[in-house]
Nanobody, 121 residues
Framework: QVQLVESGGGLVQPGGSLRLSCAASGSIFSINAMAWYRQVPGKQRELVATITSGGTINYADSVKGRFTISRDNAKNMVYLQMNSLKPEDTAIYYC???????????????WGQGTQVTVSS
C-alpha cells in the first residue's frame, strides 16, 4: 500500500507565495513520475505540473514562469513552489505518484487527499 500526504496549503493574498509538499510512504519499490493536479468546484481536475524520475519537467501554460515543481528521490517527496499567485489559482491541489510496490510487477497511480489553496484579498 502507498500513502500520500500533502501539506502547505492555506490562504494567501494575490502576488503571494506558497510551497506545497507531498510525502509518499509505504511498500514502495520505485516511483516513476510525480505530479500536481488541481480542481475547483464544477470543473474537471487539471494537470498543473509533472516531473519524471529523471527530472524532466512539464507545466501547464497557466502556471509557467510562476510555479516550480521539484522532487527528492531519497525522501520520496515532491514539492510545488507557487509564486505570484492569482485568484484563479484557488483550488484543491492533489499530489499524484506513479508507483511500483514490492508485491507488484507494474506501476499504478496513487492520489493524496488534497490541500486547499485560496488566493484572495
Amino acid at each position: 500500500q502507498v500513502q500520500l500526504v500533502e501539506s502547505g496549503g492555506g490562504l494567501v493574498q494575490p502576488g503571494g507565495s506558497l510551497r506545497l509538499s507531498c510525502a509518499a510512504s509505504g511498500s514502495i519499490f520505485s516511483i516513476n513520475a510525480m505530479a500536481w493536479y488541481r480542481q475547483v468546484p464544477g470543473k474537471q481536475r487539471e494537470l498543473v505540473a509533472t516531473i519524471t524520475s529523471g527530472g524532466t519537467i512539464n507545466y501547464a501554460d497557466s502556471v509557467k514562469g510562476r510555479f516550480t515543481i521539484s522532487r527528492d528521490n531519497a525522501k520520496n517527496m515532491v514539492y510545488l513552489q507557487m509564486n505570484s499567485l492569482k485568484p484563479e489559482d484557488t483550488a484543491i491541489y492533489y499530489c499524484n505518484t506513479n508507483v511500483r510496490v514490492y508485491s507488484a510487477l507494474r506501476y499504478r497511480d496513487y492520489w493524496g487527499q488534497g490541500t486547499q489553496v485560496t488566493v484572495s484579498s
